[in-house]
């Protein structure tokens, strides 16, 4: 039986030909539609009946059949039919930025191109710009989003890494009792993305190898030797696991932590105080005695410095700031008190306005803003002053006096291309807070992209900036602004910028969201949650602030609500 990844993806390809081929857009909606449902259960869509697959909106018969199809045997009919048309490669060449269904389909049909070295030689022969109405901007465009892919080839959101990791840790678990199994490397820092995963295997013997290379996600194994096995994953991820001595359990989790940067200024650092530092630990060499090593702070604290988090090994500057005493009390997910940025049924959300605040409640939440998007955002069913204002009210209307727990009516309003704001101020002033983000036209020069956001700053009743930069990590570079006078313009104005916190875009990035503290500018760290299961996106942007250096007072949503709400752009 297929796990509900399989299925959301094999649903995806269908809906992606089908595009390709130019079919009706209702039924390629339809599959992508049931992909995202699919995909987003959470329950084995597998082992569901006939019936309770079809009470799910937008599955009809037919497609409840294809999903049955394709849980008991791995495949579909339509699928191959497909396949047999278009070749599978042509997919690679449909998620190159700026490559649509229509695009990809006349590559194919017009120039025989079917996969992405194609694409490229296409493109560099100049057989691109010959095709009606395509040209050689679109040809250079296509050229820059082949570069792109190839400098994120084979690295993976940090979100994806750890849920393999973290399947492949329980899975041994379950195999044997008390296994100290520890993921080191990127993943442990928490960077955007990773290159492999790093996992390391305490006290463990050659068998937990055997073990690590059975796994029944794994789809091929690379090295498999005494100590150290590498194999790669269904995903396509690579994970390594090097089984280690207990005793040089600390030198070990220190080691292949990182990052290489970090460590070589950590190495010098014990070279200057007449030492020597490996994975085995840190030994003075005058006298060979071993003075550090069982455990990761022990080595730390015998070079002179406090405990670094993990999260800051990227040396800069956590070095000099862990020898005088000065790293930062990192905040944490437990510091978070509120949400500010999520949508429902309303907009694009997939869940209803009671059962967001329903579950945001039930996580452990005190306080969060209701935020669809406004009517430029037309494909997300995007609202009008009026609809906005009547949402407010429906908002409002579940909070009680002397609940603990508070909705506020806000919206995540465009920034029209001239910085305007999509919706008027009367009704922007009406609410309890704005989040102003860039969704279209993000293709502007950085003189119009800066002067733009800039300008929503300075609206009266701006509060936040949503995904400043509008990146998607592995998919779509930053777009062009000048981010020094955003952030600028953000401390003079009072206006808070948001870490969005989904997992492909955290954004503001780590080095951003440090220049914007550094330069007096609140943070918000926020879900940007589309469904219940996505209110756990903070965590993701929890590490970006923890990779800024941030602490809980730099971050506005972990105060209380009243405190929050005094420190808005409106209220001061
Ligand atoms: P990635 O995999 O590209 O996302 O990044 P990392 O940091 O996980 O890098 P990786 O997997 O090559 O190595 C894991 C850690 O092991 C790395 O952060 C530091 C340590 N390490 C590996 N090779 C070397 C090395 O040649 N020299 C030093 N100093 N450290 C190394
Ligand atoms: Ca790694
Ligand atoms: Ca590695
Ligand atoms: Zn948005």
Redesign the pocket.
């Known amino acids: 039986m297929s796990d509900n990844a399989t299925i959301a993806r094999i649903l995806g390809e269908i809906a992606d030909l089908l595009d390709i081929s130019g079919d009706n857009p209702f039924k390629v909606r339809a599959y992508r539609n049931a992909a995202d449902i699919v995909g987003h259960a959470a329950e084995q869509v597998a082992a569901m009946d006939d019936a309770t697959l079809r009470t799910w909106g937008g599955i009809g018969k037919d497609l409840a059949q294809r999903i049955h199809e394709i849980a008991t045997t791995g495949d579909c009919a339509v699928r191959r039919d497909l396949a047999a048309t278009y070749p599978l490669t042509l997919l690679d060449v449909l998620a190159l930025q700026g490559v649509g269904p229509k695009t990809a389909s006349r590559l194919f049909t017009e120039l025989g191109v079917s996969s992405t070295p194609e694409v490229e030689a296409a493109a560099r022969d100049g057989r691109i710009r010959a095709l009606k109405g395509m040209g050689q901007k679109k040809e250079a465009l296509i050229l820059q989003a082949l570069a792109e892919r190839q400098q994120h080839a084979g690295r993976h959101l940090l979100a994806d890494a750890s849920a393999a990791v973290h399947a492949l840790l329980d899975w041994l678990h379950a195999q044997r009792e008390g296994l100290d199994l520890q993921p ?4 442990r ?1 928490g ?1 955007d ?4 995963v ?1 996992i390391l295997a305490v006290g463990a013997d050659r068998t937990v190898l055997d073990l690590f290379v059975a796994c029944p996600n794994v789809a091929r194994v690379l090295a498999h030797g005494d100590t150290k096995a590498s194999v790669l994953l269904d995903s396509g991820l690579q994970a ?1 696991m090097r089984a280690v001595d207990p005793a040089a359990r600390g030198a070990a989790l220190q ?6 940067a970090h ?2 200024a950590l ?1 010098d650092r014990a070279i200057a105080q007449g030492c020597r530092l490996n994975e085995y630990g840190l030994v003075r060499v005058a006298d060979n005695i071993r003075l550090a090593g069982d455990t990761e702070d022990g080595i730390y604290r015998a070079l002179g410095l406090d405990m670094i988090p993990p999260e800051l090994r990227e040396d800069r500057g956590e070095l000099s700031a862990a020898d005088a005493g000065h790293l930062p009390s990192l905040i944490a997910v437990s510091d978070l008190r509120g949400d500010v940025h999520m949508h429902t049924t309303e907009s694009d959300g997939r869940d209803d306005l009671e059962t967001m605040a329903h579950a945001a409640r039930a996580r452990g939440l005190s306080f969060i803003a209701i935020t669809d998007h406004s009517k430029a955002l037309a494909v997300a069913n995007g609202m009008d002053e009026e609809r906005t204002l009547a949402h407010a009210a429906r908002i409002r209307a579940l909070n009680r006096p002397g609940h603990i727990f508070t909705l506020l009516a806000g919206i995540e309003c465009d920034i029209l291309a001239d910085g305007r704001m999509d919706l008027d101020d009367d009704c922007l002033k009406a609410l309890d807070v704005v989040v102003a983000s860039v969704h279209l036209h993000l293709g502007q020069d950085e003189e119009t992209m800066t002067a733009r956001i800039i300008r929503a700053i300075e609206h009266p009743w701006v509060d936040i900036i949503g995904h400043p930069t509008n990146r998607l990590l592995l998919r779509r570079a930053a777009s062009h602004v000048h981010i020094e006078k955003v952030i600028d313009a953000a401390a003079a104005n009072g206006v808070a910028l948001e870490i969005n916190a989904q997992p492909d875009r955290r954004d503001l990035s780590e080095t951003h969201a440090r220049l914007a503290r550094d330069r007096g500018v609140r943070l918000v760290i926020n879900s940007d949650a589309h469904a219940t299961a996505q209110l756990a996106h903070p965590a993701w942007g929890v590490l970006t602030a923890r990779r800024a250096w941030l602490t809980p007072d730099d971050v506005l949503n972990t105060r209380d609500v009243h405190s929050f709400r005094r420190a808005l752009k409106r209220h001061r």
């Open positions: 080191v490397g990127s993943l820092r960077t993305t990773c290159g492999d790093d390594d080691y292949f932590t990182g990052s290489k460590n070589i190495r």
